[in-house]
């Protein structure tokens, strides 16, 4: 069955995480504005150095520059079957310019599942998170420990910290979240698309509640 379906959050909602529950149930491709914004960073792209300057201060990178990506990737052969946008759209134009794309390609989204977690649990999850390098699978130092520290229980690649994961900008991107990207859940309200998800509790918890809309 194809599905498109976009993960709203805060940062450090869940997205990612649960987009790995998604994926595995449903094969199709996640993809995250974030990642593909950080594998630019790495690989030195004029893109990487312009949106980086951006992700370090914990501000949204120009609508221009992601909804071109997000372009290129709906492209995609793998995406066909259907998607899930984790970190996209962020601002009501995002929002819009997806419309629009979506249009043009005689689609429509499935659902919009928003994340719902309060502020003062968002900092402990993300100051304690740690990535893999390789295959980005999510990690927590408390929550969802790794078995051997420092190494990825996937695929054995390194886990690291984000450059953006420390407390200034943690707060900066948790401000910008309530400024530019909260709008968007009276925009799907209004277009009967918004599905509320309490993203309190365990992971696996989280999982069933989204499994259990997404049959809706
Ligand atoms: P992005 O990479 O999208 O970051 P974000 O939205 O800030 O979200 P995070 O990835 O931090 O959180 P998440 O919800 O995925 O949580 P996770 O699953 O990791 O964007 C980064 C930057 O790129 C932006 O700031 C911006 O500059 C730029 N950017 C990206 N998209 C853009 C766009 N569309 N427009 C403009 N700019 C854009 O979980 C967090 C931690 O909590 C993990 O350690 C996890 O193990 C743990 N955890 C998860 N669930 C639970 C639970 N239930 N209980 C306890 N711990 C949990
Ligand atoms: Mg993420
Ligand atoms: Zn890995």
């Not at 429509?108 to 740690?130: K, Q």
């Not at 799907?188 to 918004?194: A, D, I, K, M, V």
Request: aromatic content about 6%; overall charge positive.
């Amino acid at each position: 069955m194809m599905m498109k379906l976009i993960l709203l959050g805060p940062p450090g909602a869940g997205k990612g995480t649960q987009a790995e529950f998604v994926v595995g149930k449903h094969k199709i491709p996640q993809i995250s504005t974030g990642d593909l914004l950080r594998a630019a960073v790495k690989n030195g792209t004029e893109l990487g150095k312009q949106a980086k300057t951006f992700m370090d201060a914990g501000k949204l990178v120009p609508d221009q520059v992601v909804i071109g990506l997000i372009s290129e990737r709906l492209d995609q052969p793998d995406c066909q079957r259907g998607y899930i946008l984790d970190g996209f759209p962020r601002t009501v134009a995002q929002a819009e310019a997806l419309e629009t794309l979506l249009q043009g390609k005689g689609q429509a989204l499935d659902h919009v599942v928003s994340i719902e977690v309060p502020d003062a649990d968002l900092m402990g999850r993300l100051t304690g998170r740690f990535t893999c390098r390789k295959c980005n699978a999510m990690y927590h130092k408390l929550f969802s420990p790794p078995k051997q520290e420092g190494v990825c229980d996937k695929c054995g690649g390194e886990l690291y910290q984000r450059d953006d994961d420390k407390e200034t900008t943690i707060r900066s991107r948790l401000d910008v979240y309530h400024k530019q990207t909260s709008p968007l859940i009276a925009f799907y309200r209004e277009r009967g698309r918004l599905r509320q998800v309490d993203g309190t509790g365990s992971i696996e918890q989280i999982a069933g509640r989204i499994d259990a809309l997404l049959k809706i």
